[in-house]
């Protein structure tokens, strides 16, 4: 879960376009090496669902428009 840098644990506002295209980072960074290159696309909290001192959180999703994904190789943990 994403939250903006500051001395509060908890946001005080929902963060703007910017701060989650920063965030994003957080989300290729956990990409395995097998699915790098692929479309990634987060899906954040509502905004219509914010309230003050909360948090808000991007699920990561990796997307080939082909249909293509490779298999996940046996004994890898789910993600």
């Not at 987060?42 to 003050?52: G, L, Q, R, T, V």
Request: charged share 30%; proline share 10%.
């Amino acid at each position: 879960m994403w939250r903006r840098p500051s001395r509060h644990s908890r946001l005080d506002e929902y963060p703007t376009k910017h701060e989650r295209e920063v965030a994003a980072v957080q989300c290729e960074a956990g990409i395995p090496p097998r699915l790098r290159g692929y479309l990634l696309y987060i899906a954040w909290d509502s905004p219509d669902d914010f309230e003050p001192n909360g948090d808000v959180a991007g699920v990561c999703f990796v997307h080939d428009s082909g249909g293509s994904l490779p298999a996940r190789p046996g004994g890898e943990a789910a993600r």
